[in-house]
């Protein structure tokens, strides 16, 4: 009783799911389910709640008539089974072992036996899916970066990743519990996360974000450092061009200047001896009225 009480607060939602008769009803530990049969309006029926596979076993019955109701429970259940209204039998606090085919069995009763209906359930218990941790191997040096996703409890759990791009624009779903990253091929920085479901839950990895390899592999490395050092090469040779074709334009253009200075310096000494000249043409002029 402490036992399931404990479990009840633990895990049970407290939700309550109503089962589908001929199909499988995936559940999760803790629940509480409903095996409906339907609302009777006999004045005398028995309602038998039986358990088919994997043990059988009947687990409980219950006789109305008309407005009497005896039942008989089966020891290991009483705690967790009753009729609720009338119209489906609870079955509480759903255990992994309550996993397997139940059926439900009506009897009418007139003097004899009138009519009989059964319905059948097959129920699959699961535990919600914890969340997956990635554990990553490979690096930079390495030809290639594998991410493996796990859970603690792996039944019926299918993996998938998803690739982000960090501005979140694309997204690219991968199958499988394990990712081969061949990272010479990235261009761009992504964010992976693993997604771990099963039929009554799902569950995510924190994100993992993969560095870019700015350097490659060892061969590439080699090819990079020939094209960087060609590269190198070739600036500097370019540069040297530039600066000589810099320093004789240079040059050109200030003789130019200088010439043009010269000739200035000419002109204006020019216009200042011609201006010089004038006060002698005065002199002259003067000493000519004198
Ligand atoms: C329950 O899970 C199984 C896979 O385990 C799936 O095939 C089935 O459709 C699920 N049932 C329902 C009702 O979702
Ligand atoms: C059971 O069904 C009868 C009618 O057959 C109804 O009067 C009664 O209220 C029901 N009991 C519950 C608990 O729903
Ligand atoms: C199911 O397992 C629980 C313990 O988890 C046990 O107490 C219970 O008796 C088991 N029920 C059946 C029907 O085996
Ligand atoms: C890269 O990984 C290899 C093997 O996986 C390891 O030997 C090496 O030390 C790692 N290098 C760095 C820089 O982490
Ligand atoms: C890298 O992954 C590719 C497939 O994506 C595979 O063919 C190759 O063998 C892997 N290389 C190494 C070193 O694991």
Redesign the pocket.
């Known amino acids: 009783m402490a036992l399931i009480s404990a479990l009840y607060l633990i895990t049970a939602s407290g939700s309550l799911t109503t089962l589908t008769p001929g199909t499988v009803n995936n559940v999760t530990i803790g629940e509480h389910v409903l095996f409906p049969f339907g609302h009777q309006n006999a004045a005398h029926y028995e309602v038998i709640f039986e358990r088919e596979s994997p043990i059988t076993c009947k687990i409980a019955s219950w006789e109305f008539i008309r407005s009497d109701v005896t039942k008989s429970i089966h020891q290991l259940y009483e705690e967790r089974v009753e009729m609720d209204s009338n119209s489906s039998v609870m079955l509480r606090t759903i255990q992994k072992n309550d996993s397997g085919d139940y059926n439900i069995e009506i009897n009418h009763f007139m003097s004899t036996l009138k009519g009989s209906d059964k319905k059948s359930f097959a129920l699959h218990v699961f535990e919600m899916v914890s969340q997956p941790v990635v554990v990553t191997?490979?690096?930079?040096?390495?030809q290639n970066i594998t991410l493996s996703c796990s859970v603690p409890i792996e039944t019926s759990v299918v993996f998938h990743w998803e690739k982000q791009s960090l501005s979140r624009a694309a997204k690219d779903m991968y199958n499988g519990r394990i990712l081969v990253i061949d990272h010479n091929m990235k261009e761009e920085q992504y964010v992976y996360v693993c997604i771990a479901e099963n039929p009554v839950s799902k569950a995510t990895s924190e994100e993992v974000k993969i560095r870019l390899c700015n350097l490659f592999n060892f061969k590439d490395q080699i090819q990079l450092w020939m094209f960087s050092i060609i590269g190198a090469s070739i600036f500097l040779l370019i540069l040297i061009l530039i600066i000589c074709c810099f320093k004789t334009s240079r040059k050109a253009s200030c003789n130019e200047l200088t010439n043009e200075a010269k000739q200035e310096n000419n002109e204006e000494t020019a216009i200042y001896e011609h201006e010089l000249i004038e006060p002698t043409y005065t002199t002259r002029i003067e000493t000519r009225t004198f």
Request: net charge negative.
């Open positions: 191997d490979g690096n930079c040096s390495t």
